[in-house]
């Protein structure tokens, strides 16, 4: 009779177990990455010098460098701003072609900081003064004043709190910007190309989006990397992915991906407040002074290798970027 007793209640608790939404588990992707280059054509006698990012672990992703294999010896140096790691070589008698090639094994986590999900990922934050300021700024081709600044005004004008504000100028670049890599001046982060042109790629998209948020006061920061795609278990990536940040208090750094939601308008709510685990990323910032310090100018994102001969940028290199999933051998081109 006891027996009978005890079953009943552990019956209505199961029922009940079953009828309780539960969040969505996050998804990870394990995958190799390889990012190599070529500098051609160098001239003899001249000081070389090259630069180029290096992925590193953070919350959202885990990496380990397989190997780093140079023509040259790899010294790993730190962006002081931003925190991000650079491989460094140089030489003052170099070979016609200088080869670099590097294998990274990433494993991408699934951000999501809003949405339907009971436990979102929102990690606690706070900025220090320094900090906000820095996030609050201007950069070269990202003014927070002027024409992004009306626009902003515009946009916001029947929201009250940030959060609401954010995702008012979210909507406004989805809805505005297109992404179309037609013609010249896209893909450099001029928010006044994007506000005249209301085009370009994800450069454009959330250079806009951050020149609007900072500013409404919202810190907001600038993220690159490489997309990886979602149908494919290998191949060959054609170039480079960028998104941004947010910054709101007491909640922390929440994602956007403005760019990617166009592409996938069914994704648009996903991807305010969320990222997925297609991409590993390289750097954080604009207008960046590399270390050691380059004779240049400083560079307007860093994504790409950096070489200088004789203190002028020299362009002439070739550049490929590859992944494999887990378990995957072959390539799918």
């Known amino acids: 009779m006891l027996r009978k007793v005890w079953l009943l209640p552990l019956f209505v608790i199961l029922l009940l177990a079953s009828l309780v939404p539960t969040s969505p588990a996050q998804e990870s992707r394990h995958f190799t990455f390889h990012y190599t280059f070529t500098v051609k054509n160098l001239p003899a006698n001249e000081k070389v010098r090259i630069w180029f990012p290096q992925a590193k672990s953070d919350r959202w992703q885990e990496v380990k460098i397989l190997s780093a294999k140079g023509d040259l010896p790899l010294k790993t140096t730190h962006e002081k ?71 902003a005004v515009k946009v916001t004008q029947n929201d009250a709190q940030p959060l609401e504000k954010a995702r008012a100028i979210y909507d406004y670049v989805f809805t505005t910007m297109r992404y179309d890599k037609t013609g010249t001046g896209w893909g450099r982060g001029d928010v006044l ?84 685990v297609n991409r590993v990323q390289f750097s954080v910032g604009r207008d960046l002074q590399l270390s050691p310090p380059q004779a240049g100018k400083p560079l307007n994102y860093f994504v790409y290798p950096y070489v200088e001969v004789d203190g002028r940028e020299f362009a002439n290199v070739d550049v490929a970027f590859s992944f494999a999933d887990a378990g995957s051998t072959i390539a799918e081109r």
């Not at 140089?90 to 699934?110: A, C, G, I, M």
């Not at 994800?202 to 979602?230: K, N, V, W, Y």
């Open 81 to 151: 701003k931003y925190g991000d790691e650079i491989f460094y070589a140089d030489t003052s008698n170099s070979k016609p072609e200088l080869h670099f090639d590097v294998e990274y094994d990433v494993v991408r986590h699934e951000r999501v900081a809003l949405g339907p999900s009971s436990s979102p990922q929102l990690v606690a934050a706070s900025l220090s003064s320094k900090e906000r300021q820095q996030y609050l700024q201007p950069d070269v081709l990202v003014p927070v004043t002027g024409l992004p600044a009306d626009l």
């Open 193 to 276: 190309y994007a506000c005249d042109a209301k085009k370009g790629n994800c450069t454009d998209f959330h250079s806009l989006f951050i020149a609007m948020a900072r500013s409404q006061g919202i810190p907001a920061r600038f993220e690159i990397g490489f997309p990886l795609p979602a149908e494919k278990h290998s191949g060959d990536i054609a170039g480079y992915h960028c998104w941004a940040d947010f910054y709101i208090d007491g909640k922390g750094w929440i994602p956007v991906d403005i760019s990617e939601a166009w592409k996938h308008p069914e994704k648009r709510e996903y991807f305010f407040g969320s990222h997925d």
